[in-house]
């Protein structure tokens, strides 16, 4: 069940963005998060939706799970030239389709751009243990100074996007 082995953490991605998925490996191990110590090594818990060959080999090799299938359609290898145009909007239908996909199957989702870092595990907030935004011990203000944190089925970040695009409401990735 999802509650014992925590969220999957799913990316969709291209080779355009394959460097950031890298720097977010390496910085989740810097921080201690890549290991086997607590919260468990991120890379067991990942699920790349790969689009293209090369994202697809370089995550297998890495140890990544790694999902590909030619019914989700063709997608560019390159980076978006800009916000909005047609990769970047090519690219958002397969992140939708990823976090779709896991969720049918009971699993709870961390789903995240390539370009995060984490500076703490977020995982152990999905199972309401203490970390990441539950309890906050350091006084980062993630926690909200030792408050308890509601349970509720979604969690998104709020970048304001109040655009045409997005009314009336669509949840920011990272």
Not at 105 to 133: E, I, K, N, T
Not at 135 to 152: L, P
Request: proline share 3%; with cysteine.
């Amino acid at each position: 069940s999802s509650a014992k082995m925590g969220p999957v953490v799913v990316l969709a991605v291209n080779a355009g963005v394959l460097d950031l998925v890298l720097n977010f490996l390496c910085s989740a191990q810097r921080q201690g998060i890549g290991g086997h110590g607590r919260g468990g090594d991120v890379l067991q818990s990942m699920l790349v939706f790969a689009a293209d060959d090369e994202v697809e080999n370089v995550m297998r090799a890495m140890g990544v799970a790694t999902f590909r299938h030619a019914g989700l359609g063709s997608f560019p290898s390159n980076s978006a030239s800009g916000y909005g145009d047609d990769i970047f909007t090519s690219m958002m239908w397969l992140k939708v389709v990823s976090v779709y996909a896991v969720l049918r199957h009971g699993v709870d989702v961390l789903f995240q751009d390539a370009d995060v870092v984490w500076w703490r595990d977020p995982r152990p907030f999905f199972s309401g243990s203490s970390g990441a935004g539950n309890d906050d011990e350091e006084g980062s203000g993630n926690g909200g100074g030792g408050v308890r944190r509601e349970v509720y089925d979604a969690y998104f970040q709020n970048d304001g996007a109040r655009s045409q695009r997005y009314a009336p409401f669509s949840a920011n990735t990272g």
